[in-house]
């Protein structure tokens, strides 16, 4: 792995790997040595990207991370590029084999004392803010959320458009006088709650989907499940639903999924049905008017001190690029092996994208129970995927496939580092809440939205979300902290971006170093010390899975 102060050019993730991994781009011919081995470089690698460590022949295994990750298509030299052309995906077999796992928990006696000031619920939970959460059970009602999100974000400080406002004020009054558009700029400065009425209100936010009706009942179904789940996260304090009345997924299909999670649920939550009310006009009226009442009431919560243990942490991967497997991940997984040994609980979700590393977190299962119900989700998606013509095989983005992650197997491989090392206590189906202190694996598609969504819907009160290639991804009730692979992107995109994992690749930090950084932030926006960029700029993704085909 990387030594501090020392620059390298290559890296090699584990002894058995036949490929090296470019931290620097390297050009053609030029001489290489690692490990007391010489290299000469058949093409230029740019950073991120990987070279063969031997001459090989078609069909050769290549191995990366320790794993098999793909195979060689035809004849490659020894300095080589690994490219598309060259390298096809392929991955190991699994089964449960009952293996003795261990695990060497961190020295986590530094934190033994330390808290987060967190709202307290009523069943116990300790949220990381304090939202108002507006639920639509049908998409007929998103126009109704959107007239409702514009008055009450307006009026009440959590807007985020005023510059934007002001910019486009500014456009029109120069057109009108026929001046150039050139000399007027926005203020590329984040907006947030320096005007906030409600103090202890973090955020109003907006369930907006395109569901509820017109799909199969099962998709209404997993819906209702999906937005009750979100009414009893912790991180949310009062819920108003708006529903038209004729759709297929019930108000009443929806209340019985939230008491059925949680029979002693007591928040504030206030139902609107249209089809009831006297006009469009009185429906918005009347839902303002008893938000604003409920505004008032959890304005009273105020944060209180918990243990680290109440932290639930979801660990997520988006843009990635070949440093995400060396840096961001790698750090990341080290702050969940620490928030593991504080009794918290990690949610490492993505299936897709655990495609060629199963057999090692089968192995790490506390069970056969366990181990087998994460065998018979990777394999009954898996199946999903070629019934349609697809596989986990087509995950890759071509913005991956550019910054170097050429088969599922390589992304895979460092996308299974957020977890750790820790055993997995559970598994997880879709909307299936995490209730058991340590490692559980979520079952989500790996697109971003998708993932976040339900990551949250298990649970998490804060997502730690790494990229390479940057993504402004963000969830309506849980804090998404991203999380750079390398310092080029954080500087770049440094409005987006909370995190810089660069470091670890400059040879300035080690990855445990990296890890205890991350863990220090997500105390702080965990208490509401830092407020993350996703949250600043109001980016409240949410795409409920269908459990069709999404990878």
């Known amino acids: 792995m990387l030594e501090i102060g020392v620059k390298r050019l290559v890296i090699k993730m ?29 093409d230029t690698i740019k950073a991120k990207h990987k070279f063969y460590t031997s001459d090989l022949k078609a069909g ?70 304090n939202y108002w959460l507006f639920v639509p059970t049908v998409f007929c009602e998103n126009r109704n959320l959107d007239v409702i999100r514009e008055a009450l974000h307006n009026e009440l400080g959590y807007s985020v458009s005023d510059k ?6 500014q456009l029109l009054e120069a057109y009108k006088k026929g001046d150039s558009l050139d000399a007027i700029d926005v203020q ?23 569901g509820g009706c017109g799909g199969t009942r099962q998709d209404a179904s997993t819906l209702s499940a999906l937005l009750a789940s979100y009414a009893n996260h912790p991180n949310v304090a009062g819920i108003t639903v708006l529903s038209l ?32 009310s006297k006009s469009e006009e009185q429906l918005i009226a009347d839902a303002i008017k008893k938000t604003f009442e409920g505004l008032i009431e959890i304005n009273k919560q105020e944060r209180a001190p918990a243990p680290l243990s109440e932290l639930c942490l979801g660990v997520k991967c988006g843009g990635s690029d070949g440093f995400s497997g060396v840096s961001a991940n790698p750090a990341v997984g080290y702050t969940s092996d620490l928030l593991v040994a504080l009794g918290g609980k990690v949610l490492l979700a993505e299936f897709p994208e655990l495609c060629g590393v199963e057999q090692n977190l089968i192995d790490r299962c506390i069970s056969e129970p366990v181990a087998k119900k994460f065998i018979d989700l990777m394999q009954s998606y898996d199946a999903l995927a070629h019934k349609v013509g697809s596989g986990f095989h087509m995950n890759p983005s071509p913005g991956n496939i550019k910054d170097g992650l050429i088969t599922d197997a390589i992304k895979s491989a460092g996308a299974a580092k957020k977890g750790g090392t820790a055993p997995i206590v559970d598994v997880l189906d879709y909307t299936e809440p995490a209730t058991k202190s340590g490692l559980s694996l979520v079952c989500t598609p790996g697109n971003d939205v998708e993932a976040t969504t339900g990551k949250a819907a298990s649970g998490a009160t804060l997502i730690l979300f790494t990229t390479g290639l940057g993504t402004p991804t963000g969830n309506p009730v849980c804090p998404v902290i991203k999380v750079a692979t390398n310092s080029i992107l954080a500087q770049k995109m440094s409005d987006i ?26 105390i702080k926006a965990a208490s509401g010390e830092i407020i993350p960029k996703a949250v600043l700029l109001n980016q409240d993704d949410f795409i409920p899975w269908k459990r069709g085909v999404s990878l």
């Open 14 to 42: 584990h002894p058995d790997d036949n490929v090296l991994v470019a931290l620097t781009d390297l050009t053609k011919g030029e001489s290489v040595t690692f490990e007391k081995e010489t290299f000469i470089l058949q």
């Open 164 to 169: 934007y406002t002001q910019y486009t004020h």
């Open 497 to 522: 971006i909370d995190i810089d994992c660069g470091p670890i690749i400059s040879g300035e930090k080690s990855i445990e170093e990296m890890g205890e950084d991350i863990l220090e932030y997500c």
């Open 245 to 276: 009345g004729c759709q297929h997924l019930q108000v009443q299909d929806f209340t019985n999924d939230v008491k059925k999670q949680n029979p002693s649920f007591d928040k504030p939550l206030f139902i609107f049905e249209q089809q009831q």
């Open 60 to 129: 050769a295994e290549i191995i990366m991370y320790g794993v098999l990750v793909g195979k060689v298509q035809k004849d490659v030299a020894k300095g080589s590029l690994m490219t598309t052309e060259n390298l096809k995906h392929a991955a190991e077999p699994y089964q449960y084999r009952n293996v003795d796992f261990t695990w060497q928990a961190p020295d986590v006696s530094k934190y033994k004392d330390r808290t987060f000031k967190g709202y307290k619920r009523s069943d116990g939970r300790f949220g990381t803010a």
């Open 188 to 210: 590329l400065t984040p907006d947030h709650t320096e005007n906030k009425v409600f103090k202890n209100v973090d955020g109003i936010k907006f369930l907006n989907h395109q």
